[in-house]
């Protein structure tokens, strides 16, 4: 072989091992997957926060007995494979999967399950409860809940006070993880059945990695780290430098390219104080609502959030389509004003919050009282502070009120029933349904739907309780907020959840060629539910690539 022959053999042996040695690498470092958040969690407590970065994290570090579907707050099996519920309500019956460990090895029983609840439920030197997420979504701590026993190894029974059907929807909210409490240098360490255990955490930073034949199936992303990324500064400069992947900001990110967002749990409403007059008057309220335009609430909300054309979000199960609250003529609203008496001269005011993120709501009700006055209703703004607002809506002082909600674990009766029976009327610090509206009927239909645990009732009862109030309105949707992530391109196959508590484990880092560099690619694990089309708004002020989220509806009468 020639001297120039010898050269180039030894040139692109020299450049193929290069190369290997450079897919090797890169194969390497970039199987973590990096998330940022705002506000990393000194210790990881699952029930310590109902929202947030916490119950992020916590899903998938702590199996819960039942967990969300992809794209709804319904429910799937996880801990539990089977459930069975008492004629009166009042016993669930879980049965455990086999052959699950938690991180340390000891075997997942009954009796670990009934000592993780019993955190909140005894308050002793040995159970500290936290009673964040507990309390608000059982009525207190230990609020519905009498007891919870295990009478074997694989059965985890709870015994409730009354009954309460949106038990098992609450249960897949991350705060119900089950945890182990191991002794660890004078501290108890808790530790789960999660698709990942923790490895290293430190001030701003949280790694996870997989664990080998978790019952969910084969991980894809092996190690997630979680980052301390506060603000759109920070977020941009670390996905400029290839150091995140994944952003997820607590407001709409200052950067459009790449940005994802789809509708959350949590609903912007304009509230009638219904014990006044005429505000008492069906039609006067209904007349307010035909005034008011989705687009050009949708405007005013920018990216925030967008309109909302029925009583609950897309993502919430139960939610009743096709009749809008928002929007009418201008005779339409003529007549009905007429109907209702409105006085001569009478100008209500409108309660507002000083809140100006991630939601500008001063802003919004600058539009309301345009679109309002445009229809020959004048109304005038009484912007307040959020704590001074609050009190006014308890103690009934106002006349209209732009206020907020949230549906709390995902279940409509957390939102429907606060909001609008008679049970949360009462003037004071424990008022909820700050319209102060009564309806005997619909106090029925609700309270019935809060204890009937067959799926395909409830949901029944759910639509018409929305009727009654699609023809009532003693509050009438405007919004849903958004959430948000920020998404290098690479990124493929990540979906948001409407409760915020987005997965990460069904998502794989491979490699594909990006100009002269090898740059990781996320594809989702296995089939598609479908394609995930950015679509253009229809109204101004939507963003123009956002994930529409799929309600799934429970048949309720099987039994995984």
Same mark, same amino acid.
């Given at each position: 072989?020639? +001297?120039?022959?010898?050269?180039?053999?030894?040139?692109?042996?020299?450049?193929? @091992?290069?190369?290997?040695?450079?897919?090797?690498?890169?194969?390497?470092?970039?199987?973590?997957?990096?998330?940022?958040? !705002?506000?990393?969690?000194?210790?990881?407590?699952?029930?310590?926060?109902?929202?947030?970065?916490?119950?992020?994290?916590?899903?998938?570090? +702590?199996?819960?007995?039942?967990?969300? #579907?992809?794209?709804?707050?319904?429910?799937? &099996?996880?801990?539990?494979?089977?459930?069975?519920?008492?004629?009166?309500?009042?016993?669930?019956?879980?049965?455990?999967?086999?052959?699950?460990?938690?991180?340390?090895?000891?075997?997942?029983?009954?009796?670990?399950?009934?000592?993780?609840?019993? #955190?909140?439920?005894?308050?002793?030197?040995?159970?500290?409860?936290?009673?964040?997420?507990?309390?608000?979504?059982?009525?207190?701590?230990?609020?519905?809940?009498?007891?919870?026993?295990? $009478?074997?190894?694989?059965?985890?029974?709870?015994?409730?006070?009354? !009954?309460?059907?949106?038990?098992?929807?609450? %249960?897949?909210?991350?705060?119900?993880?089950? @945890?182990?409490?191991?002794?660890?240098?004078?501290?108890?360490?808790?530790?789960?059945?999660? $698709?990942?255990?923790?490895?290293?955490?430190?001030?701003?930073?949280?790694?996870?990695?997989?664990?080998?034949?978790?019952?969910?199936?084969?991980?894809?992303?092996?190690?997630?780290?979680?980052?301390?990324?506060?603000?759109?500064?920070?977020?941009?400069?670390?996905?400029?430098?290839?150091?995140?992947?994944?952003?997820?900001?607590?407001?709409?990110?200052?950067?459009?390219?790449?940005?994802?967002?789809?509708?959350?749990?949590?609903?912007?409403?304009?509230?009638?104080?219904?014990?006044?007059?005429?505000?008492?008057? #069906?039609?006067?309220?209904?007349?307010?609502?035909?005034?008011?335009?989705?687009?050009?609430?949708?405007?005013?909300?920018?990216?925030?959030?967008?309109?909302?054309?029925?009583?609950?979000?897309?993502?919430?199960?139960?939610?009743?389509?096709?009749? $809008?609250?928002?929007?009418?003529?201008?005779?339409?609203?003529?007549?009905?004003?007429?109907?209702?008496?409105?006085?001569?001269?009478?100008?209500?005011?409108?309660?507002?919050?000083?809140?100006?993120?991630?939601?500008?709501?001063?802003?919004?009700?600058?539009?309301?009282?345009?679109?309002?006055?445009?229809?020959?209703?004048? @109304?005038?703004?009484?912007?307040?502070?959020?704590?001074?607002?609050?009190?006014?809506?308890?103690?009934?002082?106002?006349?209209?009120?732009?206020?907020?909600? %949230?549906?709390?674990?995902?279940?409509?009766?957390?939102?429907?029933?606060?909001?609008?029976?008679?049970?949360?009327?009462?003037?004071?610090?424990?008022?909820?349904?700050?319209?102060?509206?009564?309806?005997?009927?619909?106090?029925?239909?609700?309270?019935?739907?809060?204890?009937?645990?067959? #799926?395909?009732?409830?949901?029944?009862?759910?639509?018409?309780?929305?009727?009654?109030?699609?023809?009532?309105?003693?509050?009438? &949707?405007?919004?849903?907020?958004?959430?948000?992530? %920020?998404?290098?391109?690479?990124?493929?196959?990540?979906?948001?959840?409407?409760?915020?508590?987005?997965?990460?484990?069904?998502?794989?880092?491979?490699?594909?060629? %990006?100009?002269?560099?090898?740059?990781?690619?996320?594809?989702?694990?296995? !089939?598609?539910?479908?394609?995930?089309?950015?679509?253009?708004?229809?109204?101004?002020?939507?963003?123009?690539?956002?994930?529409?989220?799929?309600?799934?509806?429970?048949?309720?009468?099987?039994?995984?």
């Amino acid at each position: 072989m020639s +001297f120039t022959k010898s050269l180039v053999v030894r040139v692109v042996l020299v450049a193929v @091992v290069l190369s290997v040695g450079v897919f090797d690498t890169l194969a390497q470092v970039r199987r973590e997957l990096r998330v940022g958040l !705002p506000g990393l969690p000194a210790v990881l407590d699952p029930a310590a926060a109902a929202e947030g970065a916490v119950p992020v994290i916590a899903r998938h570090v +702590f199996d819960t007995l039942v967990a969300y #579907r992809e794209m709804s707050t319904d429910v799937e &099996p996880a801990l539990a494979t089977r459930w069975t519920v008492s004629r009166d309500g009042l016993v669930w019956t879980f049965t455990l999967r086999e052959n699950v460990r938690f991180h340390d090895g000891a075997p997942l029983t009954a009796h670990e399950v009934v000592s993780s609840f019993d #955190r909140h439920l005894k308050a002793d030197e040995a159970h500290t409860p936290t009673g964040v997420v507990w309390a608000p979504l059982l009525r207190g701590t230990p609020g519905v809940v009498k007891e919870i026993r295990a $009478p074997d190894a694989r059965t985890v029974r709870v015994t409730l006070t009354q !009954p309460y059907a949106a038990l098992l929807t609450v %249960l897949a909210h991350p705060g119900f993880g089950v @945890v182990r409490r191991v002794p660890v240098e004078g501290h108890a360490r808790l530790v789960g059945t999660g $698709p990942y255990r923790v490895v290293d955490a430190s001030p701003g930073r949280l790694a996870i990695e997989g664990v080998p034949g978790h019952w969910s199936g084969t991980l894809r992303a092996q190690r997630i780290v979680f980052l301390d990324v506060p603000n759109d500064g920070h977020a941009e400069a670390e996905m400029d430098a290839r150091a995140l992947d994944v952003w997820l900001p607590s407001a709409p990110p200052r950067r459009t390219e790449g940005a994802l967002s789809a509708p959350g749990l949590r609903v912007g409403y304009l509230a009638f104080q219904t014990e006044k007059e005429p505000l008492s008057r #069906r039609p006067v309220r209904q007349a307010i609502a035909g005034a008011l335009d989705p687009a050009g609430i949708g405007a005013a909300l920018d990216r925030s959030a967008v309109p909302l054309p029925s009583f609950l979000p897309p993502g919430v199960w139960a939610r009743r389509e096709g009749s $809008p609250v928002l929007g009418g003529t201008r005779e339409a609203v003529k007549k009905l004003l007429a109907d209702g008496a409105w006085p001569r001269g009478f100008k209500p005011t409108m309660l507002v919050p000083s809140v100006t993120t991630p939601t500008d709501i001063p802003r919004l009700a600058e539009a309301l009282e345009a679109m309002l006055g445009a229809a020959d209703i004048p @109304v005038q703004r009484r912007v307040e502070s959020p704590e001074a607002t609050k009190a006014a809506l308890q103690a009934g002082d106002y006349d209209l009120a732009v206020a907020e909600a %949230l549906v709390a674990g995902g279940d409509p009766h957390l939102f429907l029933f606060p909001l609008s029976t008679s049970e949360s009327a009462a003037k004071g610090p424990r008022a909820l349904n700050y319209s102060y509206y009564r309806n005997a009927r619909l106090d029925d239909v609700l309270i019935r739907a809060s204890q009937l645990a067959f #799926r395909p009732e409830r949901e029944r009862l759910y639509h018409r309780a929305q009727a009654m109030l699609g023809a009532e309105l003693p509050w009438i &949707p405007l919004y849903v907020q958004l959430h948000w992530a %920020l998404v290098r391109p690479e990124v493929r196959g990540f979906r948001l959840h409407p409760s915020g508590f987005h997965r990460f484990h069904g998502v794989s880092l491979e490699t594909t060629q %990006l100009g002269a560099s090898t740059w990781p690619v996320l594809s989702a694990r296995g !089939p598609r539910p479908g394609p995930l089309d950015p679509r253009r708004s229809s109204a101004p002020g939507e963003p123009r690539d956002r994930l529409e989220p799929v309600a799934v509806l429970d048949d309720g009468g099987r039994r995984p």
